[in-house]
C-alpha cells in the first residue's frame, strides 16, 4: 500500500543522486512512497516495477535500477530469514517524520544481518537458526580484502577507514569495480581511490569526475614518466637522450 512521504529539497543537490540514470531517481521517490514506516520493502524486482512503474515502459531493467541506488547506498539490500529478498531505504528515519508508525513485519526478517556492514547480506539456505553460521556469515562479509600492489599503504588505509565509516564491504569486487572505473578515464588505481577519499563519498563513478580534472591528472603522470625516462637516461649513460638547446 503507498503511503504519502515527503521530499526534502536537498535530495534534488544530492550529488551521489544526481549521478544516478534518471529512471533510477525516480525509484528513489518511488520507494519512500512504497517502504513501510521503517523505510523496508519488499525488493523483488517485479513486485517494485508493479508497485512504481504499473504503467510505465522501462529503458532499463528494475534489477539495474535497484543496483545503482545500492551502490551508492541509497538502499541496503538484504537476504531475509524466510529466504527473500528485502530493502531499506538508508537513512529513511533521519528523514522522514512518521505519525503513529506502525512497527515493521520486514525488519524482524533481517535483524539478524543488521551489524554485518554489507549493503547486500546472502545467508546461506538452510541455516537461518543455526547462531554459528551466522556469526561465520558476518565475518564472512566483514572481511579486509588485502591491499592492492599498486595502491600505497596510507591511501589504502585511508580508502579502508572511509568504507567502514559508510558501513560497506571492502572487498575483492569493490576493489576491481574501483579499477574498472580509473581504467575509463585513463587513472591509475591509486589516483581513483584518492579521489574516493578526498571526496569522502559511499560510491564513485568515472562520469562523476570532471574532464578538465581527468585532463589534469593524465598530464601529471605523463610529465612524471617523461622526467622519470630523462633521468633513467642521464644516469644509465644513453646516448639517446639530448637535452634541448645541445
Avoid at 521517490?29 to 504503467?55: M, Q, R, T
Avoid at 532499463?60 to 551508492?72: A, H, N, P, V, W
Avoid at 537461518?128 to 579486509?144: H, I
Wanted: net charge positive; charged share 30%; with cysteine.
Amino acid at each position: 500500500m503507498a503511503r504519502i512521504r515527503t521530499i526534502k529539497p536537498d535530495f534534488w543537490r544530492d550529488e551521489l543522486l544526481a549521478g544516478v540514470s534518471a529512471e533510477a531517481a525516480l525509484l528513489a521517490i518511488g520507494l519512500l512512497n512504497h517502504c513501510d514506516d521503517e523505510g523496508y520493502f519488499n525488493a523483488n524486482p517485479k513486485l517494485v516495477e508493479s508497485d512504481v512503474f504499473p504503467l510505465r515502459n522501462l529503458l532499463r531493467k528494475t534489477t539495474e535500477l535497484l543496483r545503482e541506488l545500492s551502490c551508492i547506498g541509497y538502499i541496503e539490500v538484504f537476504s531475509g530469514s524466510d529466504g527473500k529478498t528485502y530493502g531499506k531505504v538508508a537513512n529513511f528515519e533521519k528523514h522522514q517524520v512518521i505519525n503513529k508508525k506502525t512497527p515493521s513485519k520486514i525488519k524482524d526478517l533481517c535483524e539478524l544481518l543488521q551489524d554485518s556492514h554489507t549493503t547486500t547480506v546472502v545467508l546461506p539456505t538452510g541455516k537461518e537458526g543455526n547462531g554459528k553460521e551466522v556469526e561465520k556469515e558476518r565475518k564472512k562479509v566483514s572481511a579486509v580484502a588485502p591491499r592492492p600492489e599498486d595502491v600505497n599503504q596510507q591511501v589504502w588505509d585511508d580508502w579502508v577507514a572511509l568504507r567502514k565509516r559508510k558501513g560497506t564491504t571492502i572487498s575483492e569486487t569493490a576493489i576491481e569495480g574501483a579499477r574498472e572505473e580509473a581504467a575509463k578515464i585513463g587513472w591509475t588505481l591509486q589516483q581513483f581511490l584518492v579521489e574516493w577519499c578526498t571526496r569522502g563519498s559511499q560510491g564513485l563513478k568515472a562520469e562523476w569526475i570532471k574532464p578538465d580534472q581527468q585532463s589534469m591528472s593524465k598530464t601529471g603522470q605523463m610529465n612524471k614518466k617523461v622526467i622519470s625516462g630523462l633521468t633513467r637516461g642521464l644516469i644509465g649513460g644513453d646516448n639517446n637522450v639530448r637535452l634541448l638547446g645541445n
